[in-house]
């Protein structure tokens, strides 16, 4: 009796019978009693981490939680964990494993594709609307990232084939007249930086002037205040100086009229 084929969009399960075909391409026989058999030797062991290795990789990931996503791809296709998986079950499990490094690596190749049309188009307007509606003509989006890699190869050689398309005489007039516009706003550009700069010189002069100025009459005040501290302090030991001479004299006085009264007394007497 012939055995039914299972034909399956998404994720691949276990099939107990049959055989089983993956996104419409790849196909693997699953054997009868898959349940029971013989663990899986050094070398499928080894094929398989190799295999999830290479998933990490095109999925630029290390961590062991992105390597139990990897693992998951095989789950999914045989409904089996490493530990449990039989020998029977192998080919089951490479198949998933295979099928998901194809779609990553394809992913990567797109990814490529898209990078390099958007770079060609990022700085001419016109460019990337005219790719923009070629995508949206053919293949009904006017958004790159919506497109597959065959699509952007579309695109790609739309925007090749306007590369070497020869330029009319009327663009090329256009083109002149642009480029001359172009030319006078940077040397209108390059006379206001030029002027930019000179009146920037300019203030720098001035304000490194007032700074000069500034010190030096900061210099002046301090001499002249150092000068009228020095004078106060002369003054002040010349007052000094004359106090103690006036008291000097007074003293001097003071005694004398003692004595002239000591005279006179005892004259009197």
Known sequence: ???PQHHIAGDVGVVAHGSVTIHGGLQMSAAANQDQGDALIGAQRARLHALVA????????????DAQA???????ATGRKLADMTQALFAAGEAALLAEIEALTGERRRQSLLRLILTRTSEDAGLKQSAAGYAL????TGYFKDLDFAQLQGVLTHLDALAQAPVTPDVCNACASHQERVTQLQRDNKALRAAARSIQDKRDREHEATATRLGEERDQLKAALATARQRETDLQ???AAHLETVRGRWMVVAAMAGFGG????????
Do not use: D, F, K, P
């Open 70 to 76: 990897a693992w998951q791809v095989m789950h999914r």
């Open 1 to 3: 009796m012939t055995q």
């Open 137 to 140: 003509r053919h293949y009904g």
């Open 237 to 239: 030991l010349a007052h």
């Open 262 to 269: 000591v005279l006179i007394g005892a004259w009197w007497l």
């Open 54 to 65: 290479e998933i990490q990789a095109l999925r630029g990931t290390s961590s062991e939680e």
